[in-house]
């Protein structure tokens, strides 16, 4: 289900001011000036969730926008904003960093930090908002490569750039499982996206393309197999058809084994089950068992590691916090 929001709503005097209000509304506060020569603004939002990431289709007139201090400080939100470029020309600044972009290019931004957005023609970008902190634990560098160009016509940001685009025409027809496994793959391939952005301040296997797309390869089978009991190291290369030294070469470059890769990600996925309402009719150990652990007091002890408590626990503490909001 997606909610769209357009000037067409609103007097012809009053479309700019509705569209500032919107978008802060929608991403985060923000300051924005108009830029179109005409009497009249338009702009139109198409506004929808894909479990914790927030895909937004716009279309809009010229426009400079500015997230200050001023507005970080008076504010909470903490996340990181991708932005495909579809149509017209954009310009990102972040830190001191510099982008234009194309249709095609796309780009990150941290909200946590001040930056510039600046269109001088109507444009159409497909805007994903994430929680800062989910991309931070797949890229610990990331908020070190905002504002930096992802070009469209490379191998691998062109398939990201494919895959994004399909995903946001698509979204809404997913079952729960897709619309879950999706989302994480998106993670992942951005993530996969900011390791070539480093460019050479990686090993050389980080410029390497196609081990890029080996790792990219090697996060989605991961996602979509969570819940197999054989997924293992040895069943990720034999399917991707490399060898399992090399697999493990591709992980330790981005600071993590395999094991514990799969292993987050399955405690992540369990946890997220353990707070969901709809899942008060299972057991923890059948959540468990649905994520790929056999053994409950092994999974007990990784989930006390990872979250501080034990299952039992996180899920009466989540589900008192829902029922209070």
Same mark, same amino acid.
């Given at each position: ?52 990431? =927030? ?14 201090? =001023? ?34 290019? *796309?780009?990150?931004? @941290? ?18 908002? &994430? ?26 940001? %062109? %398939?990201?750039?494919?895959? &994004? ?42 410029? @390497? ?41 591709? *992980? ?36 468990? &068992?649905?994520?790929? *652990? ?24 989540? &589900? ?6």
């Amino acid at each position: 289900m997606t909610t769209i929001l357009s000037t067409e709503q609103v007097k012809e005097r009053e479309q700019f001011a509705y569209w500032r209000e919107t978008l802060c509304d929608v991403f985060v506060q923000l300051d924005a000036d108009n830029l179109s020569v005409r009497p009249d603004f338009a702009g139109r939002l198409e506004i929808g969730q894909l479990e914790q990431l =927030q895909i937004t289709d716009v279309l809009s007139d010229p426009q400079h926008v500015i997230r200050s201090r =001023q507005q970080i400080a008076r504010a909470n939100e903490e996340y990181f904003l991708l932005s495909l470029q579809v149509s017209g020309h954009g310009y990102t600044s972040q830190d001191k960093r510099e982008a234009n972009l194309e249709p095609g290019d *796309f780009v990150l931004y @941290d909200t946590t930090r001040p930056y510039v957005l600046h269109f001088e023609q109507p444009f159409q970008q497909i805007v994903f908002r &994430l929680p800062r902190q989910l991309l931070l634990n797949r890229h610990t560098h990331a908020e070190q490569l905002t504002s930096l160009r992802m070009p469209g016509q490379h191998p691998v940001t %062109m %398939m990201v750039s494919s895959f &994004l685009r399909t995903v946001s025409s698509t979204y809404h027809h997913f079952d729960p499982a897709t619309r879950l496994r999706v989302s994480d793959s998106i993670v992942d391939l951005l993530s996969t996206a900011l390791y070539l952005a480093e460019g050479a301040d990686r090993p050389r296997i980080e410029n @390497d393309s196609l081990a890029l797309a080996h790792r990219t390869a090697a996060h989605s089978y991961i996602a979509a197999h969570l819940n197999d009991h054989q997924l293992s190291p040895a069943a990720i290369a034999a399917h991707l058809g490399i060898s399992l030294r090399y697999l493990h070469r591709l *992980f330790e470059a981005e600071g993590q084994s395999v094991a514990a890769c799969i292993r987050h990600q399955r405690l992540q996925q369990s946890a997220r089950m353990l707070a969901d309402r709809r899942q008060l009719h299972r057991t923890v150990m059948d959540i468990a &068992l649905s994520w790929g *652990f056999n053994d409950a007091a092994h999974f007990s002890r990784l989930f006390r590691q990872q979250y501080g408590m034990s299952p039992s626990e996180y899920r009466l503490q989540s &589900l008192s916090d829902t029922q209070n909001l």
